[in-house]
């Protein structure tokens, strides 16, 4: 797959076997590893890297200078678009919504110490009409802005994620189910697309982080129809003919809000892996795959993968 991209994590995430945790998890666990994306080495890493280096190379192209995108104040998007900015020389504008934090920490300070310009709004309807409006302020400046969508769930943002499924290919791991999280639904889209694309028949589980299944399904499948007329193929070669497989059975009382279950999975992976989940995406995404483990979903010679999609920095928010 060719796509222009900006590079900015100069190696590939490494695979990791879960031995520990799958004898923690007792018998009739299925072989467990997992990509730590969290280790890609730029701006703390994360899924969100995958995605900016295609969204930049999209930005340059349309001759931008500056990018303006959204999130909530502990974005991890945020985060990185903000350091992407920083590496490029390109000024970033970011609408989060939330109260602006008396002492920023976690990503919120990283946004800062990375040189965005921070807006905060109070809901999140009340992010894309800032950005409108900063997209003109900054033209009326003389600029020329690059609107992100939200989490760079994009085709352009997918198709980069895309490629990471290729490093599977490349590793010769031909896993049998994919467990992620998924919130903007991009990051998803671009793993079933990615298989599809490097030849890897593995399921992919998202689960939520916070919207409903019906709501993340209709989001994943618009992305990989878009993905495919952006690549000039049938729907169906990139799986946008069936349904996508969601499980929002472990956002508890909302984004962002641990559970008993997310807290157990984040405490169990650190203390059999020394490996950190972050609170708001991939404890939520390791309690689904765990529950699934306990109720036999899986056979013991099945081969899974947690994709560790970053959002470290969450942690010490």
């Not at 997918?158 to 031909?174: I, Q, W, Y």
Request: hydrophobic share 45%.
């Amino acid at each position: 797959m060719t796509l222009p991209a900006v590079p900015l994590a100069a190696a590939a995430s490494p695979v990791q076997p879960l031995a520990r945790l799958a004898a923690a998890l007792g018998p009739g666990c299925p072989r467990l590893f997992v990509k730590r994306d969290d280790l890609l080495p730029f701006a703390l890493g994360g899924n969100k890297v995958r995605k900016m280096e295609a969204v930049l190379a999209e930005a340059r192209a349309a001759g931008a200078d500056a990018l303006i995108t959204c999130g909530g104040v502990q974005s991890n998007h945020a985060r990185v678009t903000a350091a992407a900015g920083a590496v490029t020389g390109l000024h970033v504008d970011l609408v989060l919504n939330g109260a602006e934090p008396a002492t920023p920490t976690g990503n919120a300070r990283l946004d800062r110490l990375f040189g965005a310009t921070v807006h905060y709004v109070a809901d999140r309807s009340d992010r894309e009409p800032a950005m409108a409006r900063l997209a003109d302020e900054r033209r009326r400046e003389g600029r020329r802005p690059f609107v992100v969508p939200l989490g760079a769930s994009t085709p352009t943002g997918a198709l980069g994620m895309a490629r990471g499924a290729g490093e599977l290919a490349t590793a010769g791991l031909r896993p049998t189910a994919i467990v992620v999280a998924t919130s903007s639904g991009g990051t998803q889209a671009g793993l079933i697309a990615g298989c599809a694309l490097f030849g890897l028949d593995a399921g992919v589980l998202g689960v939520s982080a916070d919207d409903p299944a019906p709501v993340l399904a209709r989001t994943v499948s618009d992305l990989l129809a878009r993905m495919a007329d952006r690549l000039g193929a049938r729907p169906d070669t990139l799986g946008a003919d069936r349904a996508p497989d969601i499980d929002d059975g472990f956002v508890g009382a909302g984004y962002g809000v641990p559970t008993p279950a997310s807290v157990e999975a984040q405490t169990i992976v650190a203390r059999t892996e020394g490996i950190v989940l972050d609170p708001v995406y991939t404890a939520k995404a390791m309690a689904g795959l765990i529950a699934r483990i306990r109720a036999g979903a899986f056979r013991p010679e099945d081969v899974v993968l947690f994709w560790h999609t970053g959002g470290t920095p969450g942690y010490f928010a």
